[in-house]
């Protein structure tokens, strides 16, 4: 991700019923509007970009990845804690 510098101003257009929708959302949340859409939106973005991310490897590498895939390692209380730690950067709220 890009480095924040100064705010810029980003513009959409939406129907009643969908500010609606999202103004009772973001009051749900206690946060305004446009902190809602940005974080929704910034989500969104890091799900596509992550779902598209692009490695290449040579064909031995690739054999040792597929192993690795068909024969995940057994649970251990460290992979457990792992699975269950906050990701960097998820830094919205979590459920469960």
């Known amino acids: 991700m890009t480095q924040a ?3 810029v101003t980003i513009s959409i257009r939406a129907k009643a019923g969908q500010r609606d929708l999202i103004d009772q959302a973001a009051e749900r949340l206690g946060r305004s509007r ?3 859409m940005l ?5 969104q973005a890091e799900d596509v970009l992550l779902d598209q991310t692009y490695f290449a490897l040579d064909a031995k590498s690739f054999a040792a990845f597929q192993a690795m895939l068909d024969k995940p390692p057994a649970p251990t209380d460290r992979l457990r804690r ?3 730690a906050r990701a960097p950067w998820d830094t919205g709220t979590t459920t469960g």
């Not at 974080?39 to 989500?43: I, K, M, T």
């Open 39 to 43: 974080e929704a939106a910034c989500r």
């Open 34 to 36: 446009s902190d809602f």
């Open 5 to 7: 510098k100064e705010p």
């Open 82 to 84: 792992t699975l269950k």
